[in-house]
Structures are given as structure tokens and as C-alpha cells.
């Protein structure tokens, strides 16, 4: 598959993932984000964070991780020895793109079956307390 514009989320100078959405990575950074911000309140022994608290959880996280938000990179810019410079003047290996790329295409497709599997869960349930709820009126 031939990429071009990919927005990737790094953090601790790696890769950890890439997507062809700008707002699947930031939705992808944020999760990260406030799960590191979670780790940190656990840290710190706060059983009961206030939204301030989980604020300063999350700026201690993003800072001591060197987390950075949907980066967007032009695949076409790869040097001959594979590096592709981002915007900020560093390079990353162009296949660890390629290959976050396809851990998410494969990732999305086994939601996809997930969510799937679970709506039919769903139908099948909802039909047994939809006739449990119509038994329990008429008796």
C-alpha cells in the first residue's frame, strides 16, 4: 500500500502510531495520554482526583514521556537509507510507519468483527427481556 500523508504519535521518540486520519492519531494520543496521566495519579497515591488533579497528571505524563500529538509526515520526503524527517527536524525509520500503518489496518478490522459480534449479543439479549417484559405484563 502506497502511503503519502499519515499523521504518526510519538512518544519517547518512538513510534507508537500511525494512521491516515489526522483525528484517528489525536483521538489515539489523547487515549495515551490520559492513560499515562492515570499511571501518574497512581504515582502520586490519588484515590480521588479532582479535574485539576487530573490535569497536572496529564502535563506530568506528556512531559516526563516526551509525548507529542498527531505529527503529520510526508511519507514521500524518505531518504535512500529509509529516514523520513519530520517536521520538527528529526528523522524516524519510514518502515516502522509502514508497519504501525498495517497494525492498524489489521486492528481495525478485528474491531469492526468485534463490535459486530457484540451488536448481535445485544439484538439477542434485548429479544429475551423484551419477551421476558411482555410474559411478566400478561400473566
Same mark, same amino acid.
Request: net charge negative.
Given at each position: 500500500m502506497k502511503y503519502t500523508i499519515v499523521y504518526i504519535v510519538m512518544c519517547e521518540?518512538?513510534?507508537k502510531?500511525?494512521?491516515?486520519?489526522?483525528?484517528?492519531?489525536?483521538s489515539y494520543g489523547k487515549a495515551l495520554l490520559n492513560l499515562e496521566g492515570n499511571s501518574v495519579l497512581?504515582?502520586?497515591?490519588?484515590?480521588?482526583?479532582? *479535574?485539576?488533579?487530573? &490535569?497536572?497528571?496529564? /502535563?506530568?505524563? &506528556? /512531559?516526563?514521556?516526551? /509525548?507529542? &500529538?498527531? %505529527?503529520?509526515?510526508d511519507m514521500s520526503n524518505e531518504d535512500?537509507?529509509?529516514? %523520513?524527517? *519530520?517536521?520538527?527536524?528529526?528523522?524516524v525509520d519510514g518502515e516502522e510507519i509502514?508497519?504501525? *500503518?498495517?497494525?492498524?489496518? %489489521?486492528?481495525?478490522i478485528q474491531k469492526v468483527r468485534q463490535w459486530e459480534a457484540e451488536e448481535e449479543e445485544r439484538e439477542k439479549w434485548g429479544d429475551f427481556w423484551n419477551r421476558r !417484559?411482555?410474559? !411478566?405484563? /400478561?400473566?
Open positions: 521518540g518512538e513510534v502510531y500511525a494512521s491516515e486520519s489526522s483525528e484517528d492519531a489525536k497512581r504515582e502520586w497515591g490519588d484515590d480521588d482526583p479532582t *479535574l485539576e488533579d487530573c &490535569g497536572r497528571a496529564r /502535563y506530568q505524563a &506528556g /512531559y516526563e514521556d516526551d /509525548y507529542e &500529538g498527531a %505529527i503529520k509526515v535512500e537509507d529509509g529516514m %523520513i524527517r *519530520l517536521p520538527d527536524g528529526g528523522t509502514r508497519e504501525k *500503518l498495517r497494525e492498524n489496518d %489489521i486492528s481495525y !417484559a411482555a410474559e !411478566a405484563q /400478561y400473566s
